[in-house]
């Protein structure tokens, strides 16, 4: 029973890790219908940033911030310039080519992904890079026979408190029902006087620093950061994301969550080697069943 | 008095024709002049070739989004390694059986799947190319290898006597190959199945309604490309002499869709383009060592920013969907 308990806390950690990433592609997608490969790399940069402010700034933070403030300080930098990296990236390699269509957007995609995968790689090196032990709180806990640590708890508080404001934006605020409506039918939006140019520098401000700050937990938790985990990451996201239905921003956040929990226990009850193999096969199964994921509408074609 | 000797000039020799020749000559005398090293990286141009005319016919053709393309290509490199190594068979003999194989399986996987519809028919074909590399990373009835991947694969021979074992031989085996594929494709385009491949990929619906049958439509376009990738695979295998599955990861199916996006979609003479910029310009940019991948992302997005279309866009033919459409939709 603890097992259990225990496997299902390490699920919804992943989980709502491959949820805020999902965020970030489920926004880009329902707006510019476009899937944003760099989104990833975004994520990996985040990482990387948070890891810089902890290592460097590591005396500072000790006296002033103690180690929740520290750890606070490096998710805020490392989500406003992964937001400029996002607006930037979004100038140069993505509005100059909307006008051709999709798929040119899909290769300019992957062109910014590779641009930033390694340009992380020129600046940090191509080693894996360790969060510093001494910065992350490390407090365990035990509840019945259960261990968890103080982190994943407040990593998961963190996450869904995160989902939850972003829920609040798109679903309550006017600035939400702006992307919803630009998602639904960008030209009629345009006419209703919504500016999209706008809805379209938020949703690159927002989803980035989304990614950024997972990025920053995503370190903490697992210590370990590389620059090419943004492929892999990103991969599971956007399933995650067409899992839920893509564009569907409720859909993804539910989607990384099973996607989390189903890699947790088919990683403790089948076989750890073949965990993900089992992820792809039940996105598989889910889509030949019900080919628009599992939250989304279905469409009627217009002719 | 000038045109008329152009024109008599052009009636014997028109400059397509003289172009052709002279790209051939080009191709023929290049090995002879290039190192060793030279005729390699023209080699894996060769193989880029292949593989992004064989996803060009699913996804330049039909329009059908395939980013899981590697796992093609993993399966006939990987049904010659374990067949050449484990039962000794020629790795000649096994360039038909890979391409069977391959194509075997695309039926088999893509028949419940091929329903799908544009991004979601992508991220299934993703989730496939995963399943596959993950499987032989896996070692499945320790056939593959594991990480490590399978050695000792033979070169292709015929007899004793002829055997391809260098680099200018595999540089002609492969060219061969990939022009007898250029052949049947441009064969292909021109017939009825081409024609229904582009309907398809203009207006489904549309396609539907005049009695093409679509999902048989699709499946065969899976099912040669992934013969192709099959055969490409055989090639790299012998080539290699190894295989390990990093060589079929998820950025290889990305650069074969970026093959044939650079190049234009469905456009042969783009598909080599694609093929050139994706193989040849990370050697260029080597003397730049660390910043090479830095330069080459830069270039894929100035190509799209550029050349939207793609850097050789196929010209469109009378028989073309949406020009008649749009043309039906102004007379009313």
Known sequence: ?303 | MEDTRTSRLNSFFSPQQGMLFAVLGIFIIYPFVANNYYTDVAFFFGIYALLGLSLNVVLGEVGLFDLGHAGFYAIGAYITAILNTKLGIPVLALLPVSAIAAALFAYVVCSPIIHLRGDYLCIVTIGMGEIIRLALINNPFDLTGGPNGVFGIDFPSLGSHFVIDSSIEYYFFIWIVVGFSIIALIRLQNSRIGRAWNCIREDEIAANANGINVRYYKLLAFVLGAAMAGIAGNIYASKLMCVSPESFSFMESCLMFCIVLIGGMGSIPGVLIGAAVISLFPEIFRPFALYRMLIFGTVMILMMMFRPGGAWPRRRGGADMRSIMNIRRKHG
């Open chain 1, 1 to 303: 029973m603890e097992l259990v308990l225990e496997q299902i806390i390490n699920g919804l950690t992943i989980g709502s890790f491959y949820a805020l990433i999902a965020l970030g592609y489920s926004m880009v997608y329902g707006v510019l219908k476009l899937i944003n490969f760099a989104h990833g790399d975004f994520f990996t940069l985040g990482s990387y940033l948070g890891y810089t402010v902890l290592v460097f700034g590591s005396a500072f933070l000790t006296a002033h911030c103690g180690l929740w403030g520290g750890m606070v300080v490096a998710m805020a930098i490392a989500a406003i310039c992964v937001a400029l990296a996002g607006i930037t990236v979004e100038r140069l390699a993505y509005r100059p080519i909307y006008p051709a269509g999709r798929l040119p957007a899909v290769v300019s995609a992957l062109g910014a992904s590779i641009f930033l995968q390694n340009a992380i790689m020129v600046i940090w090196g191509p080693r894996y890079q360790a969060y510093p032990a001494s910065l992350i709180p490390n407090i365990h806990i035990q509840l019945g026979g259960l261990h968890i640590t103080i982190l994943q708890i407040v990593i998961l508080v963190f996450s869904f408190f995160l989902m939850g404001i972003l829920y609040y934006i798109i679903q309550r605020t006017l600035f939400g029902s702006a992307i919803r409506a630009s998602a639904l039918d960008r030209d009629t939006a345009s006419l209703m006087g919504i500016n999209f140019n706008r809805v379209i520098l938020f949703i690159f401000t927002l989803g980035p620093a989304l990614g950024a700050i997972t990025g920053v937990m995503v370190g903490m938790y697992y210590r370990q950061i590389s620059f090419t985990m943004g492929w892999n990451y990103g991969l599971k996201a956007f399933t995650a994301t067409i899992l839920g239905g893509i564009g569907n921003l409720p859909g993804a956040m539910f989607g990384g969550l099973i996607l989390g929990l189903l890699e947790m226990f088919g990683g403790a009850y089948i076989s750890a080697a073949w965990k993900d193999v089992f992820v792809f096969l039940i996105l598989i199964l889910v889509l030949i069943f019900r080919p628009n994921g599992l939250f989304g509408e279905k469409l009627a074609e217009k002719v």
